[in-house]
């Protein structure tokens, strides 16, 4: 297992990765309830009727020492525009999942790209994970793209795994390895 009990608080140029704050949950509202956020997720979320049991489950991220979960904030609009997880940890390859969700407020402007880079280079400096993997689904151009570009490969694919508008869409499965992340940080090794 990995310990995850401390939440830091990471600046890059355009984002603050931080927990979250009572504050934040308009925000997070905007952003659970937009289309594309529950397109480009799978969701299914009922946000109105679950409402309190969401503000419940935000408000108690901080206590979790299994997983990290931490708010996007844009610094130039000073507001949540997503959020960063790191979850699901896999015993066999002492491996957590990595998760990312941008709102609307936050997309088209590189600052899910710095998020992730934010994370990911936190995970590797400061656990001993072996790797980071994640899912997305093949209707996300955008997402595999910035998950390529931080180092992420293709690992296996999960056909038809959800069900959209009619269609059946595969999920990729994609991971980073420590090895591979530390010959991005220095390419002369």
Request: proline share 3%; glycine share 6%; charged share 30%.
């Amino acid at each position: 297992m990995v310990y995850l009990g401390h939440k830091p608080q990471l600046k890059g140029e355009k984002v603050v990765l931080r927990p979250f704050k009572d504050e934040d949950f308009p925000y997070i509202e905007e952003c659970l309830k937009d289309y594309e956020v529950i397109k480009l997720t799978g969701s299914s979320l009922d946000f109105d009727r679950e409402r309190e049991s969401i503000l419940h489950w935000y408000n108690t991220r901080h206590e979790q020492t299994d997983r990290m979960d931490l708010a996007i904030v844009d610094q130039s609009q000073g507001i949540l525009v997503g959020e960063v997880v790191i979850n699901l940890y896999d015993e066999k390859n002492h491996s957590m999942n990595f998760r990312i969700l941008i709102g609307p407020k936050g997309r088209n402007r590189g600052l899910g790209t710095e998020a992730t880079q934010l994370i990911i280079d936190y995970v590797f400096k400061n656990t001993t994970l072996a790797q980071l993997t994640l899912s997305v689904f093949d209707f996300n151009p955008r997402a595999k793209y910035v998950y390529e570009k931080v180092g992420f490969v293709k690992d296996s694919i999960d056909e038809k795994e959800l069900e959209f508008e009619g269609k059946w869409i595969d999920s990729i499965n994609m991971k980073l390895t420590r090895e591979n992340w530390e010959k991005s940080v220095n390419p002369a090794t």
